[in-house]
């Protein structure tokens, strides 16, 4: 299970929201409505950005000290830069249950006769496809 820690910069606007940034992950940038959503989101983004960067094979930076972190001298008053942790695997495992839609062909015969039988076909087809590549579940 991949977990990681990084530093972000949060900036906050007038009305209360805030903007993060990965000083580490450039591209990473989420905003939130509030500290606690921001605070969310930086966490969800994280882990999107770097289960991307893991499919992708992408080399993962090491995280900056925090204390070593330079807010940029253009960033609203009262920046600050706290450590934000997420794990990949949960992002890994939405993505690959997600389901894929699928258009098929058979018979009308075989078509009428599972209907009739109240089949699902998805679930016929999984259990089909499971048993033929000889898995019992998603193992990345």
Same mark, same amino acid.
């Given at each position: ?13 007038? =009305? *209360? ?6 000083? !580490?992950?450039?591209?990473? @940038?989420?905003?939130? +409505?509030?500290?606690?959503? #921001? ?16 499919? =992708? *094979? ?6 900056? !000290?925090?204390?070593?972190? @330079?807010?940029?001298? +253009?960033?609203?008053?009262? #920046? ?61």
């Amino acid at each position: 299970m991949a977990s990681y820690v990084y530093p972000a910069i949060f900036e906050p606007y007038e =009305d *209360g929201s805030y903007v993060v940034s990965f000083p !580490d992950l450039p591209g990473c @940038v989420t905003q939130g +409505d509030d500290l606690e959503d #921001a605070l969310r989101m930086a966490q969800e983004a994280m882990a999107l950005h770097l289960y991307g960067m893991e499919r =992708d *094979g992408d080399v993962i930076p090491a995280p900056t !000290d925090a204390s070593k972190v @330079v807010i940029p001298a +253009d960033a609203n008053p009262g #920046a600050f830069v706290t450590l934000i942790h997420a794990r990949t695997e949960p992002i890994r495992d939405e993505v690959m249950n997600r389901a894929v839609k699928k258009t098929l062909t058979l018979p009308r015969w075989l078509n009428d006769a599972a209907e009739e039988a109240g089949l699902n076909f998805s679930q016929v087809l999984q259990r089909a496809l499971k048993e033929e590549l000889g898995v019992v579940e998603f193992k990345p």
